[in-house]
């Protein structure tokens, strides 16, 4: 990469490196499947490369996103982003994938670089969704997050796994999404956007994050690189167990409680729609299928039960 090159363009350069090199794992992993490819504009300026692949004999519906628009923000979004005026560019990847199998989790994973006028920053983070908790996918998960923390910041992990607990949850259902993962917002944005990240009441109110623009860089790309080893390796495990239509069911009813976070929460998705952004590439991340029921709850004793169970719990997977 051309150092010469401004943070943003660099970025750019990455993120589709990145898409690249995923795809390329998923598709190997699928054993079938292959992307299908679509490169598009947006009319306020800038554009991006949406991949998607469908029917594969490992995943019912997955993405792999690149983007990279800019132009005018609205008064009210500007309003609540870090930064000054109405200029903005935003570069990033995001990916979702909807395995067949209720035994494979659901994942989430996006890194992205902003701007607004002089101010810019880095977010990000990766989360999974499992249908049936398996704690040691959970620990494998979250150690291997926590293990590219640390090579930067000891605090990193803690913090940011904190962040995506209380992010991905689902407050009209006071439920997590899942088992969490990491997330972050603002890194680089200096103290005016400390403010926006959440409070533990047990702790004092978070200080800035005192890394320079090319140390956060290097953090976003080296958790970008664990993507595919936090998740592939749960995924073999679990590809080929068994399941009947009582699994698939309830695979569907949880997709639900996916499909509303991203509805309605996902700054994603919402930062897409309010600044114009092209809608296929936006609501990739939602299923192929999906199931609601009317004051649906599992069974006490069952397996289902016992997932969502140990969703709510929010627990610490590293804790000895």
């Known amino acids: 990469m051309n150092p010469t090159m401004s943070l943003a363009d660099r970025a750019h350069a990455y993120v589709y490196e990145l898409q690249d090199r995923i795809t390329r794992a998923l598709e190997e992993a699928d054993g079938g499947a ?6 598009w504009t947006r009319p306020g300026g800038g554009g991006g490369r949406t991949r998607v692949v469908a029917d594969g004999a490992l995943f019912e519906k997955g993405g792999v996103n690149v983007s990279d628009v800019h132009g005018e923000l609205r008064p009210e979004m500007a309003a609540s982003l870090p930064g000054d005026g109405l200029r903005f560019r935003a570069t990033g990847v995001s990916l979702v994938l909807h395995p067949r199998n209720p035994r494979v989790p659901t994942m989430h994973a996006n ?10 920053w880095f977010g990000g983070g990766t989360d ?9 996918d959970a620990v494998h998960f ?16 803690p913090r940011f796994k904190r962040w995506c607990d209380d992010y991905f949850y689902l407050p009209h259902r006071q439920e997590p999404r899942g088992v969490g993962g990491v997330f972050f917002d603002y890194l680089g944005a200096g103290a005016e956007a400390t403010a926006k990240q959440p409070r533990d009441p047990a702790l004092a109110a978070p200080a800035p994050i005192e890394a320079d623009a090319e140390s956060l860089f ?34 569907l009813l949880r997709r639900g409680r996916y499909v509303e976070f991203n509805l309605i929460y996902d700054r994603g998705t919402l930062f897409g729609l309010k600044t114009d952004g092209r809608i296929e ?7 192929p299928e999906v199931r609601w029921e009317y004051g649906f709850a599992p069974e006490p004793g069952t ?10 719990a929010r627990r610490d997977w590293l804790a000895p």
């Open 281 to 287: 590439s936006i609501l990739m991340s939602l299923p």
């Open 34 to 39: 292959r992307f299908s490819e679509d490169s």
């Open 128 to 136: 999974l969704t499992p249908y049936y908790v398996v704690p040691e």
């Open 218 to 251: 290097a953090f976003v790309r080296a958790l970008g690189a664990a993507i595919v080893p936090a998740y592939l390796p749960i995924v073999e495990r679990r590809r080929n167990e068994p399941f009947g239509e009582r699994e698939r069911r309830w695979q």
């Open 303 to 312: 397996a289902e039960a016992a997932s969502l169970a140990a969703i709510c």
């Open 111 to 120: 890194v992205r670089h902003l701007e607004r006028g002089s101010v810019s």
């Open 142 to 157: 979250h150690r291997t997050l926590r293990d590219v923390c640390v090579q930067f910041d000891a605090g990193f992990y």
